[in-house]
């Protein structure tokens, strides 16, 4: 388990780093925190010519708060975000789903570019960043352009990140409404594995306690972490009533088409996802209620 | 209880912990020995397939690379490894030759500067393979016409038997009812932290190979010598090497066969570390892979008349020693139950599959597993408590030494107040409360009891049951006590440690005898050409052998005390007193001499020794397991091993019936393995032992996919619990003394271990009772509990 030859370069800026990937193209990998790059490595299973470590791009790690918005430069650590009161309040569902983010251990290490970038279909942050719509910037050399979290995921480990391009930042949206609420839960075998399925969800009630705006996904239920802001929408102006939304949460399964592996089928994946969304729409509910 | 001890059964700080605490632990891979190469391995990639040609050359001109060896040369220049049981056609060696007989057997070893580039070259080494059948499923296995995984064997059975202890037949036709059912217990093992590592020097002038290796093993270093064909005294296994974890697995007998050829051949230090890769794919360390056709007569009242069970254990492509753990669970096959008559069929079967190895209790805690799970399908069949089911046919504290229907008497328990005292720990009725409030409350809730032995005290009956070739009827070990000029002790034991506690072990048992502070009291490891005969810490044996040797060495050494004392006193023995080291005339505290005037008289004054006393102050025991050295009757009886500990264990766990999902709430054990020589490493051995179990009942297993490949080759699949998976544990201390060992010990190195998986499947099927579902196969995966409740919810 050692990895196959590569050569090693340091950027010291985000200009350096993106010359680096210019000049290298594919057979460049940047390496943030290393939690999921260096054990493909040491596999064998990734094989990179270049390995270009952005830890030490200051620019690159930072939390600031928009007025719409919290952008997070993509290499700051995921237990950094964690611990930031001020974000917790603004962007809760992003401190609800780090916390099932792998172990405090590997959190100190992991960067937020990092898991979204990685883009595995059952991880936390991407499922996060498809539910609120984050934006994610991506830097080249001659260029930022900024790719919706629609159009960024476009299958298991693939992004719309071009190989000259290094992720920046990304932009959280922060929703006004007062009576918000939010909640993530997952259902994996052991605690900080990889989830078979996860749900989030955030939603806005009005002063009559009716949802004046909602949002939810699942995670693991196919290539790409789902959205659905359709059925969302059939719960705005209802009073989330149970029946309401577990209709809901069912179409939502049945409209996924998730995979079976060694420890779920498809069947229990639909199963899963029914369960776990009527209870992050329901406990987001609750949360909202009790900003009464 | 343990009042009469001054250091036996106190806690006190372990010799082990500040080494291993302060990080100055010195295992397999800080043995740098300048000039080391480096091996990597070359593995199948099929589960069956014809070597067509191996090519070596691109491998052979990569950068730092010394050698490639295949299995042609290996082979030809090396002896096969040793099979536990009559089947000498089943070869065995570290490479593969010709064929390959599961996917990641090693095909190749690649030899280099270092293991990055040994790895480099191990992928530019080209095999052409061609395709052969392959059978995964142990029943297929079985079946008549299927792929043979060793043609010359004849057959894919290594070993079935047919036992009969007394009149089953009679008790099946007798006895009011009957049940069958299957239970399952999946492939999982020991993983350790560390995988198996090896380092070997040959040294051409003394013609002797230095091995260092990560080991856990009886007669390794014979065994490596033979291989080798080399005279025993040829090989030299340093014991003074830390493991970093085992539990039956660290025997790498292959790794080191293979290392040391390449040190002979080569002229330098060789070395190999597994990676996770090759441990979990191709280190032979799975275990028991073995399902159960359980049947039981009883009767109305609860009694058990007769048990027959029907065990198939799939040993994977190749047989060391793991047919053998089908043999020990012979000793103690009616778990701790009055049951008369007993059918016991042992089928071990090769597969595709990574070969099987010992693990912690070496096939004891799936047998117990059925036989719980036994247990309580009786008590629901006949809609009796789980817990009257047990009270009525334990075995009574008064029935000691009991002798079981397979020919080994246990000798000490008190399972009745065990089973009570973990009840009452429990808080039993507030729990039975708990349980019901959460199932009206619409939740899956349960509660699971077993109760169950281990059996202690490692003599290898076994071998001469399953093999009449193999006459081992002995399975001793011993102790070196010294002491030195200075008045201090030292005590030499000739194997290695795997996470046991040998040295506090030791020096708290010779340091009891001798009356000294055991803080003071040094324990090396000798290596394997100046070391007493030992059969290495398996088979829960070493508070017992390695305990009981010790003591006997230290008491020589008294009675040489007390002899130098009488011929100065000019008295008889009988009129002194030892005490702390020194010896005294009874009644005349002035009339003494000290520990220091003793020691310098043994080794200076010649003159003031008694005659036929040697110089010097040394003692050595040799010790045979007690009750030992049977030879079993014609019909398969013999005393197994000579102890007995009981656990007797309660769990409370919730099954989330939308999702599956199991949670322990609560975990008690009650244990008795006799008096504890160091209680701290009895409780950390049975807080281990329950992870493991829980790992094994929930989470554990190797799995294999249908076209041959292990599933599970990495942490990502392979699931050991880990802290958050684990509840609080609670252990409740008994203790009643056998009879049969210095001290009144048992042994506990497999203690929680064979009682949790069973606790568990059962507490799992008292939450699926309502439902009327069942689950019988571990490990019960969130997705099986899952599958299980649908099933059960849609009829
Ligand atoms: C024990 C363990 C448990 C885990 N459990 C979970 C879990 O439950 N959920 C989960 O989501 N993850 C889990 N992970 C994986 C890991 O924690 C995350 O994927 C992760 O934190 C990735 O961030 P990183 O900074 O370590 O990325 P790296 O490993 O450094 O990189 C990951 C990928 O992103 C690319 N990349 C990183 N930064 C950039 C950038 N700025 N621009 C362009 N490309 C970039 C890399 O090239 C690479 O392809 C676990 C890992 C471990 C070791």
Redesign the pocket.
Known sequence: MKAAPFEYVRAGSIGE?CEVLQREGDA?????????????MAMRL?R?GWL?D?NEIAA?KFVAMDKDAVRIG??T??STVERDQELAARVPLLRQALA????I???N????????????P?????LVARVLGARMV?RSTAAARTVEADAFFSGP?MTA?DAN????EVQWPAWGERRTGSAFT?I?NRH????MVSAAAQLSLGDDGRCVRAAFGLGGMGQTPLAFPQLAQRLVGTRLEDEIVKSVAHDAAAQSDPGSDLFATAAYRRHLAGVLAARVISAAHAQAGSKG | MTTQFRYIGKHRRTKEDPRFVTGRGRYAADIALPGTKHVALVASPHPSARIVSISTDAALAAPGVLTVLTGDEFCARTDPLYVGVDAPKVTRYALARGVVRYAGEWVAAVVADTRALAEDAAELVEVEYESLPFVIDPEAALAPGTHLIHPDHGTNVLYRRKFVWGPVEEAFAKADHQLAFRATWGRSSTVPIETFGVTARWDPVAELLDVWASIQMPKYPDQTARALRLPGNAVRVHFDVDVGGSYGVKRGIKHTVLVGYLAKKLGVPVRLIEDRLENMRGGDMHGPDRFFDMQVAFDRDGTIRGMKMRAVDDVGAYAGRSPLQLGKPVGAICGPYQIHAIEYEPTSVMTNKTPQEAVRGFGQSPTNFAIERAMDRVARQLGMDRIELRRKNLIRRDQFPYLIPSGSSYDSGDYHTVLDKALEASGYPALVRMRDEARLAGRLAGIGVATCLEPSGGNASFELLFNPKNETTTWMDSCLVRVDLSGSITGVMGTSSSGQGHETLVSTVVGEILERDPATIRVIHADSLNALPSNSPVGSRMAIMLGGAAAGAARKIRDALVAIAAHNFECSPEDLEYRDGNVGIKGAPSKMLSWDQLVEIAHRKFHKMPPGLDPGLQAQFVWEVPTGGGVPTQDGRVQMYPCYAFEAHVVYVEIDPDTGKPSIRKYVCGHDCGVMISPDIVHGMTYGGIAHGIGASLYEKFAYTEDGQLASGT??DYLIPSSMEVPDIHIVDHCTPSPLTTFGQKGSGEAGYLGAPAAIANAINDALDPLGASIDTLPMSHLALWETITKATKM
């Open positions: 780093a460049v990998k940047v390496v943030a925190g290393g939690q999921s790059l260096i054990p493909m990734v990179p270009l952005i690159l993509a290499c650590r995921q099932w983010v792998g172990h251990q590997t959190r290490r992991g960067t937020i570019g990092g898991s979204i970038v990685h883009a595995d059952c991880a936390e942050l991407p991506l480990m990140t391009e290094c992720l920046e997952e994996s900080g594995d990889f989830a | 942490f990502m």
